[in-house]
């Protein structure tokens, strides 16, 4: 009988954009598993679930990136390759300091040139040296899907992928996944017509991939979830919940309302709060902690 996981592979084919993206990426592990790097996977933004195959309409997720980008920029700083795993338009790494409006804000015009702000000169500085330095020495990848199924066919391939470095893999999984889809045979092909009167559409749930991830396609490494909640009271229980059920390494657990200033580091002993002020980044705290138990994993 085929597993759940296997079944949901079977039935949702990839994009020809997911596919060709592999490609590069094997050159890019290949190079860093020669170079004896340590490296990380970071996934961030939310998948969409397509409610028609010529996708007008779909159910989205919530997140905008910002974990995922801030993260990546720390995993660089402690020396790791990063592939960085994103949904378009949500955002990247560096460039996010500089995205949409703030771009303009850290611009002037004198006389005839475009200068950047006096008070924005360290933050330009600081984002385009770590920019720089990611390129040059080859360290960031980025991978990009946009839908549940493109989501979990990169997340498997990659994991795979990276499963060579054994336990110097590190990967971190703050997108947001949707817990529902709608399998492609039931899917209208063209665009729902509200002249059918209200559409009844009955969403089926997602195979849950941090089993065969952690069991199977990268069984050495140190896999970190991360679980979003709205209901406080809930939160501790889900993270433990989560390490028993699939025995990875660590869950941080964070609330919609407060994600920016506190999460809770959950493994199989202990529960750990993280917190950060306003003009902190909570992300640098995680990955150095994440770090140091990275490093007390590989030890052991
Ligand atoms: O991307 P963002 O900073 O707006 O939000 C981050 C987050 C809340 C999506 C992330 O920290 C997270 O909890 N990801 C997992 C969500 C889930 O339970 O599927």
């Not at 949500?90 to 949409?100: D, I, K, N, Y």
């Not at 229980?237 to 025995?247: M, P, R, T, V």
């Amino acid at each position: 009988m085929l597993k759940f996981w296997e079944d949901f592979f079977l039935k949702n084919t990839p994009s020809k954009e997911a596919v060709v993206q592999l490609e590069s990426l094997k050159s890019f592990t290949t190079e860093h598993k020669h170079k004896n790097s340590r490296i990380a996977l970071v996934t961030s933004g939310g998948t969409i679930v397509p409610l028609e195959r010529n996708t007008v309409r779909f159910v989205d997720n919530f997140s905008a990136g910002t974990r995922g980008s801030i993260s990546a920029e720390y995993f660089l700083k402690h020396g790791y390759a990063v592939v960085f795993m994103y949904r378009p338009k949500t955002l990247e790494p560096f460039a996010r300091h500089f995205s949409t409006l703030s771009l303009l804000d850290t611009l002037e015009e004198k006389s005839d040139l475009i200068c950047v702000k006096k008070e924005k000169l360290q933050v330009v500085k600081n984002a385009l040296t770590g920019y720089s330095k990611a390129k040059g020495e080859n360290k960031l990848h980025y991978l990009t899907f946009t839908t549940l199924s493109d989501y979990l066919w990169l997340l498997r391939e990659v994991s795979q992928c990276l499963s060579v470095f054994g336990k110097d893999a590190l990967l971190y999984l703050a997108a947001a996944v949707s817990d529902f889809y709608l399998p492609t045979e039931l899917m209208p092909v063209h665009k729902i017509e509200s002249s059918g009167g209200p559409p009844t559409i009955t969403l089926e749930i997602v195979p849950k991939m941090l089993k065969p991830l952690v069991n199977l396609w990268a069984p050495d490494a140190y896999v970190v979830s991360f679980k979003l909640e709205t209901d406080v009271s809930r939160l501790i229980d889900k993270c433990k919940a989560a390490i028993k059920n699939y025995s990875h390494k660590m869950v941080i657990g964070n609330m919609l309302q407060t994600r920016r200033h506190k999460v809770v580091l959950v493994d199989c002993s202990s529960v750990n709060e993280i917190t950060a002020r306003e003009e902190e980044e909570i992300e640098e705290k995680i990955v150095k902690e994440l770090c140091d138990k990275h490093q007390q994993f590989i030890d052991m």
